[in-house]
């Protein structure tokens, strides 16, 4: 290597044997290792601190059948559900109902084997004479929370 090139580059190292390469890879293969389980035992953790306990409202024993059944043919994996109202909330249009909504947690182990549970709606359609229809899946909601 000249004076100049060694002036110009002074952290070249251009005599880099085959054995050097092999190390400097394994090095780099060993610190991507490391960054990857850093980063997922902090998501392990992450997740761990935001577990919660699911809280069943007064209308859960009597509609858990029904709407786990509902839940099943939207996400094949639910394990169970749990319905988080304590009352039905009517739905009306210039003071007619027309249907009826409740929500429940839909409660399933994700890829990674977590329990997680997203909420969803269902509802009853309003028929007349204070009547209500068969259970019907009305909405996903937004939410997702991790289950102890």
Do not use: H
Request: charged residues 30%; glycine residues 6%.
């Amino acid at each position: 290597m000249d004076e100049d090139y060694k002036a110009k580059y002074p952290n070249a190292n251009p005599y880099l044997t085959y054995d050097g390469i092999k190390e400097k890879q394994a090095a780099e293969r060993k610190a991507a290792e490391e960054r990857k389980a850093a980063a997922a035992a902090k998501k392990a953790a992450e997740i761990e601190a935001s577990k919660q306990t699911l809280k069943a409202g007064a209308l859960n024993k009597s509609l858990n059948a029904q709407v786990l059944k509902l839940a099943k043919q939207r996400v094949p994996k639910c394990t169970k559900v749990v319905v988080i109202n304590d009352s039905w909330n009517v739905q009306r249009e210039y003071g007619t109902p027309v249907r009826r909504t409740v929500l429940a947690w839909v409660v399933y182990k994700d890829d990674d084997g977590n329990l997680v549970a997203n909420d969803y709606g269902f509802a009853q359609e309003y028929m007349g004479g204070g009547k209500y229809g068969t259970l019907k899946n009305y909405s996903v909601g937004v939410r997702k929370v991790y289950v102890k």
